[in-house]
């Protein structure tokens, strides 16, 4: 195990350059990757329930429709 010392600038400015050699397609994938990583961190205070914010039905199923979106990766196909 190597153990290297540096400033938090040096070090910000290699992980920085090293995320930038990936291609974009493999950038795309580690920032979903991240992404998944956050969803397991422990939050301090998550809100109020929907039922205690006093919202109705209809307007929880408006707000839903406008912040949920799909991502999905489709194979290349060699045609």
């Given at each position: 195990?190597?153990?290297?010392?540096?400033?938090?600038?040096?070090?910000?400015?290699?992980q920085?350059?090293?995320?930038?050699?990936?291609?974009?397609?493999?950038?795309?994938?580690?920032?979903?990757?991240?992404m998944?990583?956050f969803?397991?961190?422990?939050?301090?205070?998550?809100?109020?329930?929907?039922?205690?914010?006093?919202?109705?039905?209809?307007?929880?199923?408006?707000?839903?429709?406008?912040?949920?979106?799909?991502?999905?990766?489709?194979?290349?196909?060699?045609?």
């Open positions: 195990m190597e153990i290297l010392f540096r400033t938090k600038a040096e070090s910000n400015q290699l920085r350059e090293t995320f930038l050699k990936l291609s974009p397609a493999k950038r795309f994938e580690k920032f979903l990757e991240m998944e990583a969803e397991v961190f422990p939050v301090k205070n998550r809100g109020k329930r929907k039922e205690e914010r006093g919202e109705r039905k209809e307007e929880r199923e408006k707000r839903k429709d406008k912040s949920n979106f799909i991502i999905q990766i489709k194979e290349q196909c060699d045609r």
